[in-house]
């Protein structure tokens, strides 16, 4: 599983879509967090990055799947999955390579986050003057989802050999069980279900909330 692991990371880090995928997301996250005025900290009025969290789970429904896309797909349309089945690995252990280390990407990306973070513990009034509980809690709660996204990118990549389709599919995919469960709820029929306790919100949120 290693070898594939390293197999993975240093193919992710050697192709410009990583970086063109995890520049856009910090990028529009940036532009996000401090210049649409109504998502930015500066008009919040408190220190937090409560922007940030609330946003981070949509960008991440297009982002994690333009990096999972290729995973599976790719490797059947060109016929070299076949020679990973030769080698002395069990079909658990190429999957969960790929997975972990689509899954240290989105890690990856998160860290140059943490410099929001840091600009606003700066900026608050008092200066510190945020809760670094529930901010632990809330990258928690994001990594967590960024590994269900990147799940549900494996597994649609493992569906098609286009990688357009793959990347369509999980897209769809992530946005159903991350708000899609919450809308069926609140149809008139469904009230009473509790469907929303069924998808991915609830429990970010809850994860976050600590």
């Known amino acids: 599983m290693l070898s594939i692991l390293k197999k993975e990371i240093t193919s992710y880090l050697s192709s410009l879509v990583a970086y063109i995928t995890i520049g856009t997301f910090l990028l529009m996250l940036g532009l ?30 297009f982002f994690i799947p333009a990096i999972t896309m290729r995973s599976l797909a790719e490797e059947r349309r060109e016929g070299t999955f076949e020679l990973l089945l030769t080698r002395p690995l069990t079909d658990m ?49 994001l990594l967590l989802l960024g590994a269900g996204f990147a799940a549900i990118g494996l597994f649609a990549s493992s569906v098609s050999k286009n990688q357009i389709i793959a990347f369509t599919i999980a897209v769809f995919l992530c946005f159903f069980f991350y708000s899609g469960f919450d809308s069926l709820s609140q149809m008139l029929a469904l009230q009473n279900l509790g469907l929303q306790n069924w998808g991915i919100t609830a429990h970010y949120q809850s994860v976050s909330r600590g």
């Open 93 to 141: 252990q190429i999957v969960l390579g790929k997975y972990f280390a689509a899954v240290m990407l989105v890690l990856f990306a998160l860290v140059p986050t943490l410099i929001y973070y840091y600009s606003v513990y700066n900026l608050g009034s008092p200066a510190g003057n945020i809760d670094t509980g529930a901010v632990i809690g809330s990258y928690i709660g």
């Open 32 to 61: 996000f967090l401090w210049v649409f005025p109504d998502f930015s900290i500066l008009e919040n009025g408190y220190a937090g990055l409560d922007g940030l969290f609330n946003i981070a789970p949509y960008l991440f429904m």
